[in-house]
């Protein structure tokens, strides 16, 4: 379904004391003229980002000749986001703020946008959901021989773990799990041990085994890996067990992250001639727009198409770091819901009381 019209809150989400962002970063009692230091951490963390982002503009852009003079304008991206981020640590009300992970985004973008560069990563998704494609039914079948369903189910979460590994925005960590030829499945393997910083696995397991759920809301996060050999094969198993599963993308390109029309594509390529994804009839997929262009995700603002689907929803997943974690963490709704994500931030890992490249699965269930 595509997106039209004004957003509107998520009708499942519990709207009264909802903050999109888990860290608070200032507090009433803070001066409003002064940056706490949450803010100035945060504004720090997207600083260091610009060099690689600099890079990126330049490189990507100008291989596929997709923006015009792509080094001049990446360093125009470069100085124009280092100011504001400078402006913000003098007067952090100073460019709509005071900031947060969400308006540090929307600045980002704001700026990459108007200068020409509306998807950097586009060419390299192509690449890695075509790798990721090749490698959707092995995945498959591996976790179709799971005899135990409990196992299955935790093959499964561990697998949305490993796909979030191969982050194109996070080279180190894809590095760290997946050198000297490391398959998918041994990266399923090299996670943290458990338990991890939160900790839900078993109680998910739990109620998965009584079939609760009649329909399932998904916020998708990264191309390639993450989306296809991670959450898909998830909601395969949810089809199977008769549930509706509506994946919700982004509009616009931001950053990795696979958009509403790119996941459109991959679901055609991934189907066969009965519309069938290995074996398992995929007539109750829905793919809708979320309404969203960053890697985070204000709840309150979703697209009018996902607001129809979600108003009789049972459970909500929240996927990946930006929109389980950084945003989400907390938010309360009117469903079960589950939030699933790799820590990649010093910054969040410090904030949770965990380590680097932790897990998180927070599952709440919801009672009446």
């Not at 001066?31 to 890079?55: G, M, Q, Y």
């Not at 929307?106 to 690449?127: A, S």
Request: aromatic share 8%.
């Amino acid at each position: 379904m595509e997106s039209s019209g004004e957003l509107v809150a998520l009708p499942v989400l519990v709207e009264s004391n909802y903050r999109a962002c888990t860290i608070p970063y200032r507090f009433p009692s803070d001066n409003p003229k002064k940056p706490t230091p949450t803010e100035l951490s945060w504004i720090n963390l997207f600083a260091k980002s610009i060099p690689s982002f600099r890079l990126i503009c330049s490189k990507r852009a100008e291989a596929d000749d997709s923006v015009p003079d792509a080094p001049a304008r990446a360093e125009k991206f470069a100085q124009r986001y280092a100011e504001i981020l400078d402006d913000l640590k003098k007067d952090p009300e100073s460019h709509g703020g005071p900031p947060d992970c969400i308006l540090l985004c929307q600045l980002r973008e704001q700026i990459l946008r108007e200068l020409g560069f509306k998807d950097i990563f586009k060419k390299v998704k192509e690449e890695e959901n075509a790798k990721a494609i090749s490698l959707f039914e092995g995945v498959v079948h591996h976790n179709d021989a799971i005899q135990d369903e409990a196992a299955r189910i935790e093959n499964l979460i561990r697998g949305i773990f490993a796909g979030n590994i191969f982050d194109l925005g996070s080279a180190e960590l894809a590095e760290l799990f997946a050198k000297d030829g490391m398959s998918f499945q041994a990266s399923c393997q090299n996670l943290l041990p458990r338990p991890w910083v939160i900790d839900d696995l078993d109680k998910f397991v739990s109620k998965w085994g009584r079939r609760p759920w009649r329909k399932v809301i998904i916020f998708v996060d990264n191309s390639g890996a993450d989306v296809i050999l991670g959450i898909l094969p998830f909601a395969r198993e949810l089809l199977r067990l008769g549930a509706q599963v509506v994946l919700a993308a982004n509009d616009l390109p931001s950053i990795n992250d696979v958009t509403y029309v790119e996941l459109i594509e991959i679901i055609a390529k991934l189907k066969d001639e009965s519309g069938k994804l290995v074996g398992v009839d995929a007539s109750n997929l829905l793919i809708t727009n979320s309404g969203n262009d960053l890697p985070v995700i204000d709840l309150s603002r979703v697209s009018q198409e996902l607001a129809y689907l979600a108003s009789d929803a049972d459970l909500v997943v929240m996927e990946g770091m930006g929109r389980g974690i950084e945003t989400n963490l907390y938010a309360q709704f009117k469903c079960d819901s589950l939030n699933v994500a790799m820590v990649k931030h010093p910054e969040v890992a410090q904030f949770l009381g965990g380590r680097l490249y932790d897990c998180v699965i927070k599952y709440n269930e919801f009672s009446k």
